[in-house]
């Protein structure tokens, strides 16, 4: 056994554990920083945790839970966006020997009341009035429910008829744990020693692509695994600052939790995505996590912005762009023959001069001191990621799901490729099965589906290989490529297979106008595609078009000179691929795609049933004669 791996074999029984181990290690080094908006409007002023005061708010919140009648292996859900007390409440959860259910703050009413209902959550923290609104409307539904702690308490008072005590607030909470240390002070530290590897941590219930969501059970050694194997690789530093956006009802999110506290460095909390680019600055961050959306929108953001400052500034851009991704492949390529990450002098001098022009200014965005980023949860267009590569934003995309905890693969640092999730983290199996699909096994994986045995044995074999769904190939060396989802491969008519995300990530690193894209075409004889544009990028061409500027989305999506600019990247996309993969037609939408129509999933994946139902008379209008 390697170096690396003995940590993962000498692992404590929970993520509890975890977070105790770190609070003794460095009491006084930060571990949180989170904002608090200012009044009037103002730049919000960041505040932050030591990694003891963590811990008092941590043990307060752990003994509230208790002095509520929480036991071990009882769920109590949390429904917030990322917030620094998200963390601190998980955390108080855990050490209250409880399990953690996520729900998505932007989770409707019904939907909410049954992952609650399902779970048997017995506790409810919400974010604020908002999320409390959903469970009082549902409330006769949800028995078992005893408690609702709102972490905002404004608007949220006892309602008539309510019992005493059914809503109380994240400071009350907290108050009443402190009072229960003051009797039993020894009660938290006690619970966690006696956790266990195999009980419930967390109930994450998978947002899917069609019907009722699935409870995926997580299991207390997931998070510790998870927590060491993070750190085992070095992919994180001690002096790191990272900052984390992402749900963390999304097991994305989760994880990076485990790793942050087994490595103890310091991490900024602000789940409102529209503070991101305000954020990035302020923060400078070393590490960030992020969706491949998020990518695509800074690559197309440059773009236009270099467009907006006339045809020579958007020449350059391009320019820089191709030479950057020249950069990118040519380097990875010489690291990997020879671990030497070095380019042509001709190259290197065009790039010195990109770098000046266009690459500095687009580091200084992400805060000037960004070391890596990880990608995740969905594949990354590799033109994106060359382009980034080339600009010195080294993007490692990884690999996971929510029933193996997520952090599966993941790029190692220098030697990472462009086009590939990286290798398997240490203590994690993993094997192509006869017909590509990807199998997972190690302590990561799931338990199985919570009270859905038959759903269960469907994906997961008694001897522990977990069948992610995923197509993938393996190189000699280990780097995994995902190909694509078994289930959204498709035949056409002509008995050609296609993978519609190949296509989708090529469109997307080809026109920054795009927001989202569905290829269609099974038992079709050719492909078209439903295309949705990035309103602001939209808005932004469209300034520039007489007659459009200041026009509503639909209407400027419906005017031919907009379908003739995108009809033109089209043709550009079709040039790089097999003539069976080529888009004949397409239609482009009358807004564009999000999570709240359900279109979306939380984690920014596309719902394909859903959006092909949606717009079906689209779709057959395309194939109109032409079935075969």
Same mark, same amino acid.
């Given at each position: 056994?390697?170096?690396?791996?003995?940590?993962?074999?000498?692992?404590?029984?929970?993520?509890?554990?975890?977070?105790?181990?770190?609070?003794?290690?460095?009491?006084?080094?930060?571990?949180?920083?989170?904002?608090?908006?200012?009044?009037?409007?103002?730049?919000?002023?960041?505040?932050?945790?030591?990694?003891?005061?963590?811990?008092?708010?941590?043990?307060?919140?752990?003994?509230?839970?208790?002095?509520?009648?929480?036991?071990?292996?009882?769920?109590?859900? !949390?429904?917030?966006?990322?917030?620094?007390?998200?963390?601190?409440?998980?955390?108080?959860?855990?050490?209250?020997?409880?399990?953690?259910?996520?729900?998505?703050?932007?989770?409707?009413?019904?939907?909410?009341?049954?992952?609650?209902?399902?779970?048997?959550?017995?506790?409810?923290?919400?974010?604020?009035?908002?999320?409390?609104?959903?469970?009082?409307?549902?409330?006769?539904?949800?028995?078992?429910?005893?408690?609702?702690?709102?972490?905002?308490?404004?608007?949220?008072?006892?309602?008539?008829?309510?019992?005493?005590?059914?809503?109380?607030?994240?400071?009350?909470?907290?108050?009443?744990?402190?009072?229960?240390?003051?009797?039993?002070?020894?009660?938290?530290?006690?619970?966690?020693?006696?956790?266990?590897?195999?009980?419930?941590?967390?109930?994450?219930?998978?947002?899917?692509?069609?019907?009722?969501?699935?409870?995926?059970?997580?299991?207390?050694?997931?998070?510790?695994?998870?927590?060491?194997?993070?750190?085992?690789?070095?992919?994180?530093?001690?002096?790191?600052?990272?900052?984390?956006?992402?749900?963390?009802?999304?097991?994305?999110?989760?994880?990076?939790?485990?790793?942050?506290?087994?490595?103890?460095?310091?991490?900024?909390?602000?789940?409102?995505?529209?503070?991101?680019?305000?954020?990035?600055?302020?923060?400078?961050?070393?590490?960030?996590?992020?969706?491949?959306?998020?990518?695509?929108?800074?690559?197309?953001?440059?773009?236009?912005?270099?467009?907006?400052?006339?045809?020579?500034?958007?020449?350059?851009?391009?320019?820089?762009?191709?030479?950057?991704?020249?950069?990118?492949?040519?380097?990875?390529?010489?690291?990997?023959?020879?671990?030497?990450?070095?380019?042509?002098?001709?190259?290197?001098?065009?790039?010195?001069?990109?770098?000046?022009?266009?690459?500095?200014?687009?580091?200084?965005?992400?805060?000037?001191?960004?070391?890596?980023?990880?990608?995740?949860?969905?594949?990354?267009?590799?033109?994106?990621?060359?382009?980034?590569?080339?600009?010195?934003?080294?993007?490692?995309?990884?690999?996971?799901?929510?029933?193996?905890?997520?952090?599966?693969?993941?790029?190692?640092?220098?030697?990472?490729?462009?086009?590939?999730?990286?290798?398997?983290?240490?203590?994690?199996?993993?094997?192509?099965?006869?017909?590509?699909?990807?199998?997972?096994?190690?302590?990561?994986?799931?338990?199985?589906?919570?009270?859905?045995?038959?759903?269960?044995?469907?994906?997961?074999?008694?001897?522990?290989?977990?069948?992610?769904?995923?197509?993938?190939?393996?190189?000699?060396?280990?780097?995994?490529?995902?190909?694509?989802?078994?289930?959204?491969?498709?035949?056409?008519?002509?008995?050609?297979?296609?993978?519609?995300?190949?296509?989708?990530?090529?469109?997307?690193?080809?026109?920054?106008?795009?927001?989202?894209?569905?290829? !269609?075409?099974?038992?079709?004889?050719?492909?078209?595609?439903?295309?949705?544009?990035?309103?602001?990028?939209?808005?932004?061409?469209?300034?520039?078009?007489?007659?459009?500027?200041?026009?509503?989305?639909?209407? !400027?999506?419906?005017?031919?000179?907009?379908?003739?600019?995108?009809?033109?990247?089209?043709?550009?996309?079709?040039?790089?691929?097999?003539?069976?993969?080529?888009?004949?037609?397409?239609?482009?939408?009358?807004?564009?795609?999000?999570?709240?129509?359900?279109?979306?999933?939380?984690?920014?994946?596309?719902?394909?049933?859903?959006?092909?139902?949606?717009?079906?008379?689209?779709?057959?209008?395309?194939?109109?004669?032409?079935?075969?």
């Amino acid at each position: 056994m390697s170096e690396k791996q003995s940590p993962i074999e000498n692992r404590p029984p929970s993520m509890a554990h975890l977070f105790l181990d770190r609070v003794e290690a460095t009491p006084d080094a930060e571990a949180y920083r989170y904002p608090v908006p200012a009044p009037g409007g103002g730049p919000d002023d960041w505040r932050g945790y030591t990694w003891a005061e963590a811990a008092d708010r941590v043990f307060a919140i752990a003994a509230g839970l208790m002095d509520l009648g929480i036991r071990p292996e009882e769920r109590v859900a !949390i429904a917030s966006a990322t917030r620094v007390d998200w963390i601190l409440s998980d955390l108080g959860i855990m050490c209250a020997g409880g399990a953690t259910t996520t729900v998505y703050p932007q989770t409707n009413a019904e939907e909410t009341a049954y992952i609650l209902k399902d779970s048997g959550s017995r506790v409810l923290i919400a974010e604020n009035a908002a999320q409390l609104v959903k469970v009082r409307e549902q409330r006769a539904a949800l028995p078992e429910l005893a408690h609702v702690v709102v972490i905002d308490p404004e608007g949220a008072a006892t309602a008539e008829g309510e019992p005493e005590g059914w809503v109380l607030s994240l400071a009350e909470l907290a108050e009443r744990g402190r009072e229960y240390l003051e009797k039993h002070p020894d009660s938290v530290r006690e619970t966690v020693q006696g956790l266990r590897r195999e009980q419930l941590a967390t109930l994450i219930y998978t947002s899917g692509t069609t019907g009722r969501p699935k409870g995926v059970r997580l299991r207390q050694d997931c998070w510790s695994y998870m927590g060491h194997a993070i750190a085992a690789i070095d992919l994180l530093e001690p002096e790191d600052v990272s900052y984390l956006w992402l749900p963390l009802a999304h097991v994305f999110g989760k994880v990076l939790i485990s790793g942050q506290i087994k490595v103890g460095h310091v991490c900024a909390v602000d789940g409102r995505v529209e503070k991101i680019v305000e954020n990035l600055p302020t923060v400078r961050p070393t590490t960030m996590a992020a969706v491949p959306r998020i990518f695509e929108k800074v690559y197309n953001g440059a773009a236009n912005a270099a467009k907006e400052g006339g045809a020579a500034k958007y020449r350059i851009f391009l320019w820089a762009a191709e030479v950057a991704k020249e950069y990118g492949r040519v380097t990875q390529e010489n690291f990997r023959r020879t671990g030497n990450r070095s380019a042509p002098l001709g190259l290197r001098a065009r790039h010195a001069v990109a770098d000046r022009l266009v690459y500095s200014k687009l580091r200084a965005r992400f805060g000037g001191r960004m070391r890596a980023a990880v990608s995740g949860s969905a594949a990354l267009a590799p033109e994106i990621g060359y382009f980034f590569s080339g600009a010195g934003i080294h993007i490692l995309e990884g690999y996971g799901l929510t029933e193996s905890s997520a952090a599966n693969f993941v790029n190692p640092g220098a030697a990472y490729r462009t086009g590939t999730v990286g290798k398997a983290l240490p203590g994690l199996e993993v094997r192509i099965a006869d017909d590509g699909e990807i199998l997972l096994r190690g302590p990561g994986v799931m338990e199985g589906y919570h009270g859905l045995p038959e759903k269960t044995a469907e994906v997961l074999e008694p001897d522990g290989w977990f069948h992610t769904g995923d197509i993938g190939e393996l190189s000699e060396d280990g780097y995994l490529r995902i190909t694509d989802r078994k289930k959204d491969l498709f035949k056409t008519s002509g008995g050609k297979y296609i993978a519609p995300t190949e296509v989708e990530g090529r469109f997307k690193a080809v026109c920054p106008y795009v927001s989202n894209i569905l290829v !269609i075409g099974a038992d079709r004889n050719f492909c078209t595609a439903l295309i949705a544009l990035d309103p602001v990028a939209l808005a932004a061409w469209a300034a520039e078009t007489p007659g459009l500027a200041g026009r509503p989305y639909a209407e !400027i999506v419906a005017d031919d000179r907009t379908v003739a600019m995108i009809d033109g990247y089209v043709r550009q996309l079709n040039e790089g691929l097999q003539k069976w993969q080529t888009i004949k037609k397409f239609r482009l939408l009358p807004r564009d795609l999000d999570v709240e129509h359900g279109e979306l999933t939380p984690s920014l994946k596309l719902k394909r049933p859903v959006v092909e139902n949606e717009y079906r008379e689209l779709i057959e209008e395309m194939y109109e004669g032409a079935r075969a």
